[in-house]
């Protein structure tokens, strides 16, 4: 009965032709009269699968892969890891109210930073979820390798969807010692690209020298991508010494290269290339003392030739900018900034600023002077061009936008950064103040917190609500001073509502300031389970 069964049952293609015309009009061969034609159908489908599973052929079994490598760092201790575990497995949902509910997952980073400060192996069975968790967020990805540690590359070759941490991580063995050159240049040569760059990066903050030289000798047959990401090593230790590399690189034939090259030698002040732009910068900016008061006059370059776009210089500006302009601030930003005070009167940074600028080029000038600032790391022009963080325009003397005054600030030592911002937090309140934020050292400096806690008390004593400033708390939670809990207990209960307030804000603020006060002291808790004899 079977073997007739199986002779005169349809082919797997019959029943897909079968399922496709119908029933009505395809019947279904050897059916049982008693079953519906779809059922049958069904049933016939059903052997055929079994009949096709039954008939494949075992194939050779793959070898097997070879033991992770062993991880030489102490385990992680037992309360930390539980609380990994929590944080890893944390589905908070953006978007919805969490009430006085930490966020976890926002709290991971800043476990991972402090494990990796201590130096601890994670936990094996954790490591597919530190994984995961680190495909999801590419911010995550430098740390939570790190983490990782070696068994991250092998982990990886096993599973395709975790080959980002093949491109990032270091392959699973130690660096070579920078001083052992031929390790160090097997390495160089035979490594993973991620290899590659790490090796770079660690002979290059050792010997300067040597990381340049190792580059050079291979230089000419890098990929471009691959070279933009090697020059970038040598922001590290920039010194004259790199000089002659970096000018052979602005002809080189990518042109993300030259402008990497240009960039870096614009931050040479003795550089040949500095010399060149302060030279041509110098023809467009001038004192001009016919009137009641000195004012800075400016005459924008007319043409872009040849030598300056081999300088670094683009001709082509983006869309809305005027050529002139955009030439005029790619020559001021290259150009060092010690050369501004003998061309216009021997003033200071701040006196050079305050001066007013003709024919509307005040923010094109000052924006220029801004990136070449930053770029030169020049903490009295930052200075200057901050302005004092109490004063009424909000934009300082010469910072045309909150980008610009950000990246001043990161010029400046953690202490004084924090300190500008707290007063120009006390001025100016938190409305403008979220960027600045981002820029400060954490944990938050005392003056800082102080001035962010107050703020916040002074909003919800007008009566805001507070998911105007959820962006703000969210930073609190992350870089506010676990000491400062102490000082949100006042804050803890509900206002009585104000008439002229937004109904039910009382309320929302004391969920807002719970979450900040249960958060802070969740890490202190977390800090505290990853100090060594506190199980």
């Given at each position: 009965?079977?073997?007739?069964?199986?002779?005169?049952?349809?082919?797997?293609?019959?029943?897909?032709?079968?399922?496709?015309?119908?029933?009505?009009?395809?019947?279904?061969?050897?059916?049982?009269?008693?079953?519906?034609?779809?059922?049958?159908?069904?049933?016939?489908a059903a052997m055929a699968t079994v009949r096709r599973r039954a008939g494949l052929r075992a194939g050779p079994a793959a070898p097997r892969p070879e033991p992770a490598p062993d991880d030489p760092r102490p385990p992680l201790p037992s309360r930390a890891t539980h609380r990994l575990a929590a944080l890893l497995t944390d589905r908070s949902t953006a978007g919805t109210r969490r009430?006085?509910?930490?966020?976890?997952?926002e709290l991971l980073p800043q476990w991972l930073a402090a494990a990796n400060a201590h130096g601890y192996a994670p936990p094996p069975h954790l490591l597919p979820a530190l994984l995961d968790a680190a495909r999801g967020r590419t911010d995550l990805r430098p740390a939570a390798l790190e983490f990782a540690g070696p068994r991250a590359l092998w982990l990886a070759r096993l599973n395709p969807d975790w080959r980002f941490a093949r491109r990032t991580a270091l392959g699973g063995s130690a660096l070579p010692d920078p001083e052992d050159s031929e390790a160090v240049r097997h390495l160089w040569q035979e490594g993973l690209f991620a290899e590659r760059v790490a090796v770079l990066t660690a002979v290059r903050a050792h010997t300067p020298t040597k990381a340049r030289k190792l580059l050079e000798s291979t230089w000419p047959t890098e990929r471009a991508e691959d070279r933009l990401m090697f020059l970038d090593s040598l922001r590290t230790s920039l010194s004259s010494a790199d000089e002659p590399f970096l000018e052979r690189g602005l002809a080189d034939r990518s042109r993300n290269v030259r402008a990497v090259a240009a960039e870096l030698l614009s931050s040479l002040p003795g550089s040949a290339l500095a010399a060149r732009m302060?030279?041509?910068?110098?023809?467009?900016?001038?004192?001009?003392?016919?009137?009641?008061?000195?004012?800075?006059?400016?005459?924008?370059?007319?043409?872009?030739?040849a030598g300056m776009e081999r300088d670094g210089v683009s001709a082509t500006p983006p869309k809305g900018r005027?050529?002139?302009?955009?030439?005029?601030?790619?020559?001021?930003?290259?150009?060092?900034?010690?050369?501004?005070?003998?061309?216009?009167?021997?003033?200071?940074?701040?006196?050079?600023?305050?001066?007013?600028?003709?024919?509307?080029?005040?923010?094109?000038?000052?924006?220029?002077?801004?990136?070449?600032?930053?770029?030169?790391?020049?903490?009295?022009?930052?200075?200057?061009?901050?302005?004092?963080?109490?004063?009424?325009?909000?934009?300082?003397?010469?910072?045309?936008?909150?980008?610009?005054?950000?990246?001043?600030?990161?010029?400046?030592?953690?202490a004084e950064r924090a300190d500008w911002v707290a007063g120009f937090i006390a001025r100016h309140g938190l409305s403008e103040a979220f960027q600045l934020l981002g820029a400060c050292a954490v944990p938050w400096a005392p003056s800082l917190g102080r001035a962010v806690v107050d703020a916040l008390d002074i909003a919800r004593e007008a009566g805001s609500y507070p998911w105007s400033f959820s962006g703000v708390m969210g930073l609190a939670e992350r870089c506010l001073d676990p000491a400062e809990t102490t000082r949100l207990d006042a804050l803890l209960a509900r206002p009585e509502e104000r008439e002229?307030?937004?109904?039910?804000?009382?309320g929302y603020w004391a969920e807002a300031f719970q979450r900040l006060a249960t958060t802070l002291r969740l890490r202190t808790a977390m800090e505290a389970e990853l100090i060594p004899g506190r199980e």
């Open positions: 009965m079977h073997e007739t069964t199986a002779t005169t049952a349809p082919s797997w293609d019959g029943l897909l032709t079968i399922a496709l015309l119908g029933t009505d009009r395809r019947p279904v061969p050897a059916a049982d009269g008693g079953r519906a034609a779809p059922l049958a159908l069904l049933d016939a009430g006085s509910t930490p966020d976890l997952t302060a030279e041509r910068a110098l023809t467009c900016v001038a004192l001009d003392h016919t009137g009641a008061e000195p004012t800075v006059a400016v005459e924008a370059p007319h043409v872009c030739d005027g050529e002139r302009s955009w030439w005029l601030g790619q020559l001021v930003e290259a150009a060092p900034l010690g050369v501004w005070s003998a061309r216009l009167g021997g003033r200071t940074a701040e006196e050079i600023v305050a001066l007013p600028v003709a024919d509307g080029w005040q923010e094109e000038l000052h924006a220029a002077w801004c990136r070449a600032a930053v770029r030169q790391g020049d903490a009295e022009w930052a200075r200057a061009l901050l302005g004092a963080p109490a004063a009424p325009e909000a934009g300082g003397p010469g910072a045309v936008s909150l980008a610009d005054r950000t990246r001043l600030l990161a010029t400046l030592e953690a002229d307030g937004r109904p039910g804000a009382g």
